[in-house]
Every structure is written in structure tokens, then in C-alpha cells.
């Protein structure tokens, strides 16, 4: 029998609510501030009604204090997938009112794509977007590649956060206490924000020949989507705009960097370093990323779309970082990358459906999911091979020994079992269209691994049940669906329960 969730319950639940949307509140003074500097009082008008819409419901969320505060792991996992929901839906008020967008779902979609470093995107006219606009798009990556819950965690105290933490799709405590990870997290972030901006802009400015307050601007744009592996661009051209091999290396280094865990930036900052390699997850990506990039040039090569081996190798290189990263700037019109068929279509897509590493900025299957299955076959396949009796080890490393226990593996499978369904699930929809199956699935894994490179399905003309499944695969892959499953089953014991 469901038990019905109480009053206590709803009342944990709406605490923990108003928390994070106290912390959007607080954020959203940013992109209102830009306003003010810019003078563009239309979006200052309705930057105004979005804070006060999250500040409203914060302060009601936290009318509500529960006896206990301390979440278990369903509230957690509840709130995570409801601020997933929530945050989008109000953060896209700007947007609406900008006159940018064909509609309020077309605006909900692209903050939806911000906020889980999609990168999709039904924007119009993005070109002659207000600055204050362009910023709140890619602010939105920022606090959904750190984590919004990550940031509640810093600010507030109280307990949950373990579940929050895990519902955000965070596999690994990297430090003793889940805030003490959750500030290393953000001093990561912070430390990468001046250095990326500083590098980016000085490219800009003396490479590129923009003025400073410019360079500043996509510099600073540039580095929300690259290190948090989102996908926006300033410009609708994206990283094509600047034509500029030295600024695409350098994003490039940034892209790498947000696909990395946050485990493996704190061996390297504080060591040690040496075992790095002896990983399973690093080993398992940079296996992965080696065999999709000569997939991808092969495809290339074969299909003669470049005819030099500069084009080749910039263009090939750059994408399938830019896939396999999961963040989604491109180099070449989306039109051009339609054409990429055969080998190449193959390593995109799966450098994309793979995507980066467990606790990173990035979407996808993730490496270290990859390389337990991987392992997990083989010690079966190995126990076939064997006599009976044979004993086949199922330690692997991954920052010490551990044990590959039947747990472990059957988690890890079913994890990337429901990726694959995600992705088929958008991939039928778009057949259901008419769209071509190269398209379709391209466009689907983009959605679902949080990618955002797109080969021209996604335009504000598609069909409305496609943008809502795009939405759902961009919220139920970035939360990893445990969060998903939690709150449909809440929302059933709720409605059924007894």
C-alpha cells in the first residue's frame, strides 16, 4: 500500500523550495543590474518581475518551516526535480516579454536548455538581443553546471544535503562534508571564471580587434557556455563568428576542463597526481574520445568535405571535442554539419550519447558509467572462458582500489539502458514528423546528452510535441532520472496513496 504524503511532507518539501528560489532571487540581481548599466529599461522591467516572482514564492516556501528540516532521500531527490521544473519556467519571463520568441514554451525551452547546459536553442534574431538578455541565457548555465542546489548548500545550513546533492546528478564527495565539496565546486568555477575571462578577452581584443567593454562581453559569454559545458553563443554562428583558431583552442581548453570531474580537478590541484591516469575513468575517455575523433576524421576524409588537412583537422577536431565535452559550439553552420553522414555522423553521435565525466559540468552516459560496464562484461565474458572454479578479479581503480560489486554494474547498465531509451524516445517522435533517421537521431541525443549541437531540427517552426519531448529528454538527462522517477512517484502516492 502507498502511504499518502502528509503535511509534514509538503511543508519539507516547499522549505527546501524556497531556499533555492531565495538563491535565484539573489542571482537574478545580475542580469537586472546589467539593465541598469545598459540602460535597457524593457528588460529591467521584466528582470524586476522574475526576481519578485522567485523572492515571492522564497519567502512563502520558507513561511512553511518543517519540525524537522533535516530532508530524507525521497524530499531530496523531490525538490531537485522540481526546481529543474520551476526554475526554467520563471526564469523564463524575460524572455517572453523580449520579443524574441515565437511563444511562452519556445522562451520556457530555451531556459530549460540553459539551465541543464543544453544549448539548444528557439531564440530569434539573437544578434540584436539586449546585452542584459544574453547574459541571463548564459548565467542560467552557470547555475545549472554548478548547481543550483550546490549553491543553496554553501549559503544555507541544515540537512539534505546529501540527497540534494545526489539528486543534482553529483556521483562523488570529493572532500569529507557535501558543503565542503559544494565550495570547492564553486572555487573551481570561480578560479576558471578569472583566468577563462582574462585569456578570452585578451584574445579578443588583441586578435580579434574588439574594444575592450566588447571583449569583455564574449569573453565572459564564451566562458559560462565552455566551462559549463552549455552551448550558447552570443552570436548565432556561434564559435564560427570569430574565425579565430587561437580562440577556439582556448575555448577548447575550457570545454575540456567542464567536462572533467570535480574529483579529478582536486587531484590536480592538491594531488595525487600520478595515479590520475590509473583511473578507469580517465582511461575510459580518453579511449572513448580517441576512437570517436578517428572515426569522425576517417568519415571526414572518406567523404572528401574537406579538401585540407587544416580544414580537416580544425573543423573534425573542434566538433568532436565540442560533442563529446557535451557542450555544443560549433564551428560550422548546422546546415554544413547535416552533411556530415557515414563514419562522421557516427563518431558525432556517440561522442554526444557518451558525454563526459561523472560529477562534471557535462551530460551523457558519462565515462566512468562506460568504463563499469565495460569491466563488468568482460569479468563475465572471462568467468565464461575459465574453468570452474577460476576466480576473476573485479577490482578496478578509480582514486584507490575498489570492488566492481553486481550492484555497482547492474546500476551502471541500467543507467546508460535508459539513455538509450531517452534517446530513442525523441528520435521517434521526430520519425513520427517526418524528419529523416540521421536527423532525428542526431537532434535526440543532442537533447537528451545535454549537447546542443543541432543539424537544423530544432527551429522555432518544429512541432510542438517535438520542443515538449526536447524538454522532457533535456530534464530527464540532465537530473539522470532517479530525481524524475522520485517525483512521479511522489505525485502518485499523493494522488493514490492511502
Known amino acids: 500500500m502507498l502511504i499518502k504524503p502528509d503535511r509534514e511532507d509538503l511543508r519539507i518539501v516547499a522549505f527546501a523550495l524556497g531556499r533555492i528560489f531565495t538563491v535565484i532571487a539573489a542571482a537574478s540581481l545580475l542580469p537586472l543590474g546589467w539593465a541598469v548599466l545598459g540602460r535597457e529599461w524593457h528588460p529591467f522591467a521584466s528582470f524586476l518581475l522574475m526576481i519578485g516572482t522567485f523572492a515571492f514564492l522564497g519567502q512563502l516556501g520558507l513561511r512553511y518551516r518543517p519540525s524537522d528540516e533535516r530532508l530524507d532521500w525521497s524530499h531530496g531527490m523531490v525538490v531537485v526535480a522540481l526546481t529543474w521544473l520551476a526554475v526554467p519556467t520563471i526564469g523564463s519571463i524575460p524572455f517572453i516579454f523580449s520579443g524574441h520568441y515565437g511563444g511562452p514554451v519556445d522562451a520556457i525551452f530555451d531556459a530549460m536548455?540553459?539551465?541543464?547546459?543544453?544549448?539548444?536553442?528557439?531564440?530569434?534574431?539573437?544578434?540584436?538581443?539586449?546585452?542584459?538578455?544574453?547574459?541571463?541565457?548564459?548565467?542560467?548555465?552557470?547555475?545549472?553546471?554548478?548547481?543550483?542546489?550546490?549553491?543553496?548548500?554553501?549559503?544555507?545550513?541544515?540537512?539534505?544535503?546529501?540527497?540534494?546533492?545526489?539528486?543534482?546528478?553529483?556521483?562523488?564527495?570529493?572532500?569529507?562534508?557535501?558543503?565542503?565539496?559544494?565550495?570547492?565546486?564553486?572555487?573551481?568555477?570561480?578560479v576558471h571564471l578569472v583566468a577563462g575571462v582574462l585569456v578570452l578577452g585578451v584574445i579578443a581584443h588583441q586578435v580579434l580587434g574588439f574594444e575592450w567593454k566588447r571583449a569583455f562581453f564574449h569573453a565572459l559569454m564564451v566562458f559560462f557556455a565552455a566551462f559549463d559545458t552549455g552551448g550558447f553563443a552570443p552570436q548565432s554562428t556561434s564559435l564560427g563568428y570569430y574565425h579565430s583558431g587561437i580562440f577556439e583552442f582556448a575555448a577548447t581548453v575550457l570545454m575540456i576542463a567542464g567536462a572533467m570531474s570535480f574529483g579529478l580537478h582536486y587531484a590536480l590541484w592538491r594531488g595525487p597526481r600520478r595515479a590520475l591516469f590509473k583511473n578507469l575513468e580517465t582511461r575510459t575517455i580518453l579511449t572513448t574520445f580517441t576512437f570517436t575523433m578517428v572515426l569522425t576524421m576517417v568519415g571526414l576524409g572518406v567523404a572528401g568535405i574537406y579538401t585540407s588537412v587544416q580544414g580537416l583537422t580544425r573543423q573534425g577536431f573542434f566538433q568532436i571535442v565540442s560533442a563529446h565535452s557535451g557542450t555544443g559550439f560549433a564551428t560550422i553552420p548546422s546546415?554544413?554539419?547535416?552533411?556530415?553522414?557515414?563514419?562522421?555522423?557516427?563518431?558525432?553521435?556517440?561522442?554526444?550519447?557518451?558525454?563526459?565525466?561523472?560529477?562534471?559540468?557535462?551530460?551523457?552516459?558519462?565515462?566512468?558509467?562506460?568504463?563499469?560496464?565495460?569491466?563488468?562484461?568482460?569479468?563475465?565474458?572471462?568467468?565464461?572462458?575459465?574453468?570452474?572454479?577460476?576466480?576473476?578479479?573485479?577490482?578496478?581503480?578509480?582514486?584507490?582500489?575498489?570492488?566492481?560489486?553486481?550492484?555497482?554494474?547492474?546500476?551502471?547498465?541500467?543507467?546508460?539502458?535508459?539513455?538509450?531509451?531517452?534517446?530513442?524516445?525523441?528520435?521517434?517522435?521526430?520519425?513520427?514528423?517526418?524528419?529523416?533517421?540521421?536527423?532525428?537521431?542526431?537532434?535526440?541525443?543532442?537533447?537528451?546528452?545535454?549537447?546542443?549541437?543541432?543539424?537544423?531540427?530544432?527551429?522555432?517552426?518544429?512541432?510542438?510535441?517535438?520542443?515538449?519531448?526536447?524538454?522532457?529528454?533535456?530534464?530527464?538527462?540532465?537530473?539522470?532520472?532517479?530525481?524524475?522517477?522520485?517525483?512521479?512517484?511522489?505525485?502518485?502516492?499523493?494522488?493514490?496513496?492511502?
Do not use: C
Not at 120 to 131: G, I, T
Not at 426 to 437: D, K
Open 113 to 190: 536548455s540553459g539551465l541543464t547546459t543544453t544549448g539548444l536553442a528557439l531564440v530569434q534574431d539573437l544578434d540584436h538581443m539586449a546585452p542584459s538578455l544574453n547574459f541571463w541565457r548564459h548565467l542560467l548555465h552557470f547555475l545549472g553546471g554548478q548547481g543550483i542546489v550546490i549553491a543553496a548548500l554553501v549559503l544555507f545550513a541544515g540537512g539534505g544535503g546529501l540527497t540534494l546533492y545526489y539528486g543534482e546528478a553529483r556521483d562523488e564527495r570529493i572532500l569529507p562534508s557535501v558543503r565542503s565539496t559544494a565550495r570547492f565546486i564553486w572555487a573551481v568555477a570561480l
Open 335 to 498: 546546415s554544413e554539419l547535416a552533411t556530415w553522414g557515414g563514419l562522421a555522423f557516427a563518431g558525432m553521435t556517440v561522442a554526444m550519447a557518451l558525454g563526459g565525466m561523472a560529477s562534471s559540468t557535462a551530460g551523457g552516459i558519462k565515462a566512468l558509467r562506460i568504463g563499469l560496464t565495460v569491466k563488468a562484461v568482460a569479468n563475465q565474458t572471462k568467468q565464461l572462458l575459465l574453468p570452474e572454479g577460476a576466480v576473476v578479479s573485479t577490482q578496478y581503480f578509480q582514486s584507490g582500489r575498489k570492488r566492481l560489486t553486481p550492484e555497482l554494474a547492474q546500476s551502471a547498465m541500467t543507467v546508460a539502458l535508459l539513455y538509450v531509451a531517452l534517446f530513442l524516445l525523441g528520435t521517434g517522435v521526430a520519425l513520427g514528423y517526418g524528419y529523416g533517421v540521421q536527423e532525428a537521431l542526431f537532434e535526440s541525443v543532442s537533447a537528451g546528452a545535454s549537447v546542443g549541437l543541432s543539424v537544423g531540427v530544432t527551429e522555432p517552426s518544429m512541432p510542438m510535441l517535438l520542443k515538449l519531448t526536447y524538454m522532457f529528454q533535456m530534464w530527464a538527462g540532465r537530473l539522470e532520472f532517479v530525481a524524475v522517477f522520485a517525483l512521479l512517484g511522489f505525485i502518485y502516492a499523493w494522488v493514490r496513496g492511502k
